[in-house]
C-alpha cells in the first residue's frame, strides 16, 4: 500500500514556476514507476511527466517539454515536478501517481495509487 500527499501548488504568473512535491508512505516505494498527471475543469486527466523506478528514465508530455523536469528521491520517499515557464494552459490540479500495473504509463489506467492533487493556476 502506497499513500501519496501533493504539495506546492499555488497562484502565479505566466512565465513563473512552481515546484510540486509528492509524498509517499510504504517501504516499497522505490520499485514504482511515478507519474504526474492534471486535471482542468471539464476536460479528462492526462499525463504530464513520469519516471522509472530508479529516477534513470523520464518521459514527458509534448506540452511541457523543455519546460518541466520530473525527479525522485527514494531515500526520502519524495517525487518532485518543476515546472518553468508557466502558461496560463497549465492551469489544473496535479495528481502524483504510483503505477501498479503494465500498460501504456501515458494513460491514468496502469496507475494506481493516487494523491489527492494540488492546484496550480496560471494568470495571464
Known amino acids: 500500500q502506497v499513500q501519496l500527499v501533493e504539495s506546492g501548488g499555488g497562484l502565479v504568473q505566466a512565465g513563473g514556476s512552481l515546484r510540486l512535491s509528492c509524498a509517499a508512505s510504504?517501504?516499497?516505494?522505490?520499485?514504482?514507476?511515478m507519474g504526474w498527471f492534471c486535471q482542468a475543469p471539464g476536460k479528462e486527466r492526462e499525463f504530464v511527466a513520469g519516471i522509472n523506478w530508479s529516477g534513470g528514465s523520464t518521459y514527458y508530455a509534448d506540452s511541457v517539454k523543455g519546460r518541466f523536469t520530473i525527479s525522485r528521491d527514494n531515500a526520502k520517499n519524495m517525487v518532485y515536478l518543476q515546472m518553468n515557464s508557466l502558461k496560463p494552459e497549465d492551469t489544473a490540479v496535479y495528481y502524483c501517481?504510483?503505477?501498479?500495473?503494465?500498460?501504456?504509463?501515458?494513460?491514468?489506467?496502469?496507475?494506481?495509487?493516487w494523491g489527492q492533487g494540488t492546484q496550480v493556476t496560471v494568470s495571464s
Open positions: 510504504g517501504r516499497t516505494f522505490s520499485s514504482y514507476t
Open positions: 501517481a504510483a503505477a501498479t500495473a503494465s500498460g501504456n504509463l501515458y494513460l491514468p489506467g496502469p496507475y494506481g495509487y
